[in-house]
């Protein structure tokens, strides 16, 4: 079969344009010599733009010297053609053969459908296309780093302005359509549908500069309005093949290797747009209604309505804190989202016309409860399917909110309607009887919440499903293209069962609210509830997984130039500046004919990467013309950890030019373990110069520490100034010190610390934190070291924390490189004196556990498992699940059981708790090594508690972990980058 018109008139006659036949001709077969033939009359004038380069020169200066000759050309569809790039890309296209064949098994084609496509697979070339950031030559010569270096053979196609767009049907058939400025992918779509085609509910747009999208174009996921260009392409696979995206997708890259799509041949090919531009405009404006009818914070801070859940969630890796008020009830609401599937969250619920506890403790403070959250979409959306999520309310607390629900959610254009069913809480009025009542006579009866104070903490299986149920819904709708979101919602509560013995009237069981979108991270809601009662709400919302800010404080980069210096290197000068862009000090400079190496002690970071190329770049600055090697050694516990190595022409190469392949290498080679140290210098006469690094160290801070939703007080606080400091001792040995002076605090209304049932190893909290102003928080004495291949050990001894002190070790097995690591520790420890001076109280114990570590691979996900005994004596283990993501924020969850039954545990039944870690680099415009995290515990209990090493042989080995290098800063949002580098 012969390709489509269009894409012979892609490349079709004029004066500059028939050198490319020759160029395809090896791939495209017949096509192409019809479009040689087609070509004849036309002569390649001397230097037009379709020559090969002649000679290695800059992209911006092909651009300068081709001025003219491309006035009348269209540069959105520019190529860059790269020779041996077409032998990889026909290998692309062998593998996509391979997948779109698969299709065939697919009933969302017909017969011949899938054979048409591989025709048109085959019948476009493989065109050795590298993209470009721009062919603004100007422009490319301010930004270096992303002007191609042109090497002889390589080709410049700078096609003819197209005017229409090109649409691939899933039955292999061609349709081009008129571009229209404010035409979105569905209204091409539409002006090309047959009444017997496949409608379609993704479309893979792919622009002329070759950047790709997916876009929405069903009523029910359609996203925001994208803006084609001219020559733009467009793969609409039918809406019933949902199972291929990977094909589709690779599909799509393949016609980003095209170009522009160009125009048929003849003019009557080409369809008009079957809306006008009013009309144009008007599904513009809707489209982008759809696409902004975004999930938001219910009362209870889940992703919901007002009073009930949707199935929807949030972005991964954002942060939410709400705050809602609606008589008698203020809600304060944290939730996470680590993965896209899963919603996870803690409240703290203020029940304003009930007390705390007795006056004489907790004064005119209202009762405070806590509890977990929990939710997890069961599947997604799809044409005909709702999007499905099944949650718990208070998993894990005192259980008078409790409650679990079914949702369904389904979209329809500007309207998102969402049906559940809910038990306990959210269902109370029962408006049915329990579906799951036919499996066994245990769920048509729930626990009265009123009956499970005191039991915070336990999750509670017992009343999991239980009991009559609630109907529940609403819709959401933006009704204007704007900030402002409506909600109603049908609420399942009657409010006549509340906790405590409550009950408040209900005028109607329909709520209603609005939501004004202040600023993209934070919106404002009103309500009208019970049909008596008004709302009013915040919510914040902050996209953690893709923090990023300009480092607009760092000193300006050393410049990389392709020349080498002629000047004699003064080290001392070299590694300062060194310490100076990357906050690592060098111990050493080892310079041999043709190596240059840095030794670093002590140093990490998250973007640690980032640090290495600046570091590079001052090497390469310094660096005699001879040296070819560049190497920096990361140290710790006295050896070389981690070697990242470099072909410095080919790092230089990589910082001052755009990669010739879409696949580039990195040329930073890392090697971890005992092969990092290297082989010695080749030279003996070679050079290794030392810098005396500070033996001590001090560092002042200012600490925070906190208490909250205790009977005393909500929060109370306490703000101190203190110093840390490091000695350096021979042998690997290291003192540290952390002392404390008590600025300012409000624990002086700290007087409950609550019954235990087992030795107080941490509710001793209000002693320790009032008794002395100034206090000695830790002091120790540690050595760590390698203690053989891939084993490691540390022994230390002092005053470990501000409770405890005593003796201990670790043993670590590490494999360089690998995703497991398995530890033991073991701890003769004693109580300190309240006045965290150097004295102890009577209370000792031996304490330590065997933990493995695992990184499973899977999407950021890292575990571990710690079993042994704890600081009461109890045994037991504890599982720490961490998400970690691409710019190294970090959420995790953790749980300890033991032998302690839960009513020896006391109030919380069990330890556990959510930590979030945030670089500082994430969001600060200075480089920090630091990392800030926040650990919500929902009680500090005796049972599970674990004491405070001072060493940890997983930290102190981190540059043999796999994922040591890979974070980076999240890409900044597309108003802060060049038009060339945005996503749209």
């Keep these: 079969m012969l390709p489509s018109p269009f894409f012979l008139s ?84 062998e593998a996509l053969l391979t997948q779109v064949a698969r299709l065939r098994q697919s009933p969302a084609y017909q017969p011949g459908d899938v054979d048409r496509l591989l025709e048109v697979i085959r019948a476009l070339p493989a065109t050795g296309r590298v993209r470009t950031a721009a062919v603004d030559g100007r422009w490319l010569e301010a930004n270096p780093a992303r002007d191609p270096m042109l090497q002889p053979g390589d080709r410049l196609h700078v096609p003819p302005r197209p005017r229409s767009v090109a649409v691939l049907r899933s039955d292999g058939r061609w349709c081009h359509v008129l571009h229209a400025a404010a035409a979105t992918a569905r209204t091409y779509l539409d002006s090309c549908r ?30 925001s309005p994208l803006s084609l260009a001219p020559g733009a392409w467009i793969w609409a696979p039918p809406a019933a093949d949902h199972d291929a995206e990977a094909t589709h997708e690779a599909l799509a890259r393949w016609l980003s290797l095209q170009g522009a799509s160009g125009d048929p041949l003849a003019a009557g090919q080409i369809l008009p747009i079957r809306s006008s531009d009013a009309e144009l405009q008007a599904q513009r404006s809707e489209r982008s209604r759809e696409a902004g009818n975004r999930p938001t914070a219910s009362d209870w801070g889940f992703v ?133 009542g036919g499996l066994s006579d245990r769920f048509k009866e729930r626990p009265d919440s009123n009956s499970l104070m005191g039991q ?33 919602e049908l609420d399942g509560n009657d409010y006549r069962n509340e906790p405590h013995g409550k009950a408040y009237a209900q005028k109607w069981p329909i709520n209603l609210g609005l939501v004004y979108q202040v600023h993209p991270s934070v919106d404002l809601n009103i309500g009208y509830e019970r049909g008596n009662k008004a ?24 410049p990389v130039v392709a020349t080498r210096p002629t000047a004699a290197p003064d080290w001392s000068r070299t590694a300062a500046e060194v310490a100076r862009q990357t906050g690592w000090a060098p111990e050493a400079v080892t310079l041999d004919a043709q190596r240059l190496q840095l030794d670093f002690a002590g140093a990490y970071s998250t973007y640690a990467r980032d640090r290495l190329d600046k570091a590079l770049a001052v090497m390469h600055r310094d660096a005699p013309a001879s040296v070819e090697t560049l190497e920096i050694r990361l140290r710790s516990m006295d050896e070389v950890q981690m070697s990242a190595r470099t072909d410095r022409s080919e790092w230089v190469r990589s910082m001052t030019e755009p990669p010739r392949t879409a696949r580039p290498a990195d040329p930073v080679r890392l090697v971890q373990g005992l092969q990092a140290d290297g082989p010695p210098p080749a030279d003996r006469a070679a050079v290794r110069t030392e810098f005396d690094r500070p033996r001590l160290g001090v560092r002042p801070t200012v600490d925070l520490i906190q208490t909250i939703g205790g009977p005393d007080g909500f929060v109370l606080y306490q703000v101190s100034a203190a110093a840390r400091a490091s000695l350096r001792l021979p042998a690997g040995w290291q003192a540290r010190g952390h002392v404390r002076l008590r600025l300012f605090d409000n624990y002086e209304r700290f007087r409950y610390d609550g019954p235990s049932n087992l030795p107080r190893v941490r509710t001793h909290l209000r002693e320790y934190l009032t008794t002395s ?11 760590s070291a390698r203690l053989g291949a891939d084993h490691y050990y540390a022994v230390y001894g002092g005053y470990f924390e501000s409770m405890y002190g005593g003796v201990g070790g670790e043993w670590l097995y590490r494999p360089a490189g690998s995703r497991l690591a398995f530890g033991v520790d073991a701890n003769r420890v004693r109580q300190r004196d309240f006045h965290q001076d150097l004295r102890f109280r009577d209370y000792q114990v031996n304490t330590g556990h065997a933990t493995l570590y695992w990184d499973t691979g899977w999407n950021g996900v890292k575990a571990s498992v710690s079993a042994g005994r704890y600081l009461a004596g109890d045994r037991g283990a504890t599982v720490v699940l961490q998400k970690l993501f691409a710019n190294g924020v970090s959420m995790a969850a953790f749980a300890t059981r033991t032998n302690v039954s839960a ?22 415009p200075r480089s920090s090594a630091l990392t800030a995290s926040f650990l919500w515990r929902p009680l500090t209990r005796d049972g599970g508690a674990m004491v405070v090493r001072p060493v940890n042989l997983m930290g102190d080995t981190v540059w043999l972990d796999p994922t040591a290098l890979s974070y980076r800063s999240a890409p900044l949002p597309d108003g802060e980058l060049p038009p060339d580098d945005r996503a749209d």
């Design 903 to 924: 009513a020896q545990f006391g109030e919380g039944s069990f330890d556990k708790g959510i930590v979030v870690g945030i670089p500082f680099d994430a969001f600060l």
């Design 194 to 223: 047959t009444p017997e085609g496949a409608s379609a509910d993704w479309a893979w747009v792919v622009q002329p500069d070759g950047r790709l999208h997916k876009a929405g174009v069903a009523d029910w996921n359609t996203t």
């Design 304 to 436: 919901g309505l007002m009073q009930t859940p949707t199935a929807r969630m949030r972005e991964p890796g954002d942060f939410s804190l709400s705050f809602q008020r609606v008589w008698p009830y203020t809600n304060g609401n944290v939730f996470l989202q680590p993965f896209e599937a899963l919603e996870v969250g803690f409240r703290y619920t203020d029940v304003a016309n009930v007390a705390y506890g007795p006056e004489s403790l907790s004064g005119d403070q209202s009762y405070k409860d806590k509890s977990i959250d929990l939710k997890l979409r069961l599947w997604s959306e799809s044409r005909w399917a709702p999007e499905l999520a099944v949650g718990v309310l208070d998993l894990g607390g005192t259980g008078l909110f409790g409650s679990e629900y079914l949702v369904a959610s389904k979209r329809w254009g500007a309207l998102d309607f969402s049906l559940g069913l809910a038990w306990g809480y959210l269902g109370r009025r029962g408006d049915m009887g329990n579906p799951l």
């Design 456 to 488: 915070g903490g336990t999750v509670g299986y017992s009343r999991f499903f239980r009991g009559p149920v609630g109907l529940i819904g609403g819709v959401q709708w933006q009704p204007a293209d704007g900030p402002v979101l409506l909600k109603a």
């Design 535 to 558: 709302s009013l709400g915040i919510a914040f919302k902050v996209p953690l997984s893709r923090l990023s800010a300009r480092k607009t404080l760092d000193p300006v980069p050393v």
């Design 10 to 93: 892609s490349f079709r006659p004029r004066m500059t344009d028939s050198i490319l036949v020759r160029v395809f001709t090896p791939t495209c077969g017949v096509a192409l010599v019809i479009a040689t033939l087609l070509c004849a009359p036309a002569r390649v004038m001397a230097g037009s733009p379709d020559e090969p380069v002649a000679q290695p020169q800059r992209l911006s200066a092909w651009l300068e010297a081709h001025a003219a000759a491309l006035a009348d050309r269209y540069p959105l569809g520019a190529m860059w053609l790269v020779d041996a790039e077409r032998v990889s890309q026909q290998q692309e296209r």
């Design 773 to 783: 102003r100034a206090t000695l928080d830790s002091l120790t004495l540690s050595q």
